[in-house]
């Protein structure tokens, strides 16, 4: 009872956090906004257009996207970990986040070459291209994916073929790259660094209500993956059909993938390092409190990756990828040495 008491009271903690961040991603930037402003603006008061602009159309869609793709990118980390039992597992592990590049790829390299006209020069319509052509690159690898599952047994089978999957999309992204005009070189480039700024307006509404949907529906699969934990042969004996379940895991993960990087392109680092921080924060393995506890934490990187990114100082924003390596790297060092730490001593 003391130890549920203890976990709630830190899923609080990570709400606030939460909550906080949100106003400290409101308030700072290149232009510093006063507290009494946001609020006015944020009830549709502001008397400056100019500090109402940068908020309405930059600041909530951007930390709003941060909440929820950090909140994806997490749990479907989480998943690949639990399914695969391999702790450098994260979302990309199976080739579904190339399957979105490259998806990308032929849209925007072979746009100019093809159509005589640049698709980054195409405003709009030209990011809209890149997010359906993100989707469909992601959802073809994953069918692929379920193909390929149902014809092998072993989950290492499974992960190797999902690494040589992204390792052709990737040699076939290489030639087009080669073959692109300069301009769209670099708006892919530039799509593949990742930014949750890319998202606005009803683009933002839709990817909200998505990640709304996805998110719950992937809690349902928390029995199974506690059951995952414990080996096939014993999870096998309680009745849990392994293929199915691992099955349901793979869609439930590559479609939260698919979507997040379709809006914001590929997001590195925080699906394989959330699982780790909630892991040590909350000391358990059990899904039922490891799944809540990742997305949280996942919104909470997300957001200091977000308002670090463009700190006050700099002219734009650093890349997000850039920033998600730097946060993510120490807090993996920091709990792998915590955890031989605890094993020496246990020891």
């Known amino acids: 009872m003391f130890s549920g008491q203890y976990s709630g009271l830190k899923m609080l903690s990570l709400l606030a956090a939460i909550v906080v961040l949100v106003v400290v991603n409101l308030l700072?930037?290149?232009?510093?906004?006063?507290?009494?402003?946001?609020?006015?603006?944020?009830?549709?008061?502001?008397?400056?257009?100019?500090?109402?602009?940068?908020?309405?159309?930059?600041?909530?869609?951007?930390?709003?996207?941060?909440?929820?793709?950090?909140?994806?990118?997490?749990?479907?980390?989480?998943?690949?970990?639990?399914?695969?039992?391999?702790?450098?597992?994260?979302?990309?592990?199976?080739?579904?986040?190339?399957?979105?590049?490259?998806?990308?790829?032929?849209?925007?390299?072979?746009?100019?070459?093809?159509?005589?006209?640049?698709?980054?020069?195409?405003?709009?319509?030209?990011?809209?291209?890149?997010?359906?052509?993100?989707?469909?690159?992601?959802?073809?690898?994953?069918?692929?994916?379920?193909?390929?599952?149902?014809?092998?047994?072993?989950?290492?089978?499974?992960?190797?073929?999902?690494?040589?999957?992204?390792?052709?999309?990737?040699?076939?992204?290489?030639?087009?790259?080669?073959?692109?005009?300069?301009?769209?070189?670099?708006?892919?480039?530039?799509?593949?660094?990742?930014?949750?700024?890319?998202?606005?307006?009803?683009?933002?509404?839709?990817?909200?209500?998505?990640?709304?949907?996805?998110?719950?529906?992937?809690?349902?699969?928390?029995?199974?993956?506690?059951l995952l934990l414990l080996g096939d042969r014993y999870a096998a004996n309680l009745g849990l059909n392994i293929k199915r379940s691992r099955m349901l895991v793979i869609i439930s993960s590559g479609i939260l993938v698919a979507i997040v990087t379709a809006y914001c392109g590929p997001i590195m680092f925080i699906g394989m390092a959330v699982p780790h921080l909630a892991r040590s924060l909350f000391r358990t393995s059990d899904h039922r409190i490891l799944m809540p506890a990742t997305a949280l934490c996942g919104s909470v990187l997300a957001l200091v990756c977000n308002l670090i990114a463009r700190m006050p100082g700099f002219e734009g924003a650093l890349p997000v990828n850039s920033v998600t390596a730097l946060v993510g790297a120490p807090i993996i060092a920091m709990v792998i040495f915590q955890r031989r730490k605890r094993d020496d001593v246990m020891e």
Not at 91 to 113: Q, T, Y
Not at 196 to 205: H, I, L
Request: include cysteine.
């Open 28 to 226: 700072l930037g290149t232009v510093s906004i006063p507290m009494p402003e946001v609020c006015r603006i944020l009830i549709g008061e502001g008397s400056n257009e100019i500090w109402t602009n940068i908020v309405i159309s930059s600041r909530l869609p951007q930390t709003l996207t941060a909440i929820v793709a950090g909140a994806g990118l997490a749990v479907s980390g989480l998943q690949m970990q639990t399914v695969f039992r391999n702790p450098l597992a994260g979302p990309s592990v199976l080739g579904i986040s190339n399957g979105s590049a490259l998806g990308v790829a032929f849209v925007v390299l072979l746009s100019g070459r093809l159509g005589g006209v640049a698709l980054s020069q195409l405003g709009y319509w030209g990011e809209a291209a890149m997010s359906v052509a993100a989707i469909v690159g992601a959802l073809a690898v994953l069918l692929l994916i379920m193909w390929v599952a149902q014809k092998v047994k072993g989950n290492v089978t499974l992960l190797i073929i999902g690494v040589m999957i992204g390792y052709l999309a990737n040699a076939i992204i290489g030639v087009l790259k080669f073959l692109a005009p300069e301009e769209d070189v670099k708006a892919f480039v530039v799509w593949g660094l990742g930014s949750f700024s890319r998202v606005s307006g009803d683009e933002m509404m839709l990817f909200v209500v998505l990640m709304c949907v996805l998110l719950p529906l992937a809690f349902l699969l928390v029995k199974p993956l506690n």
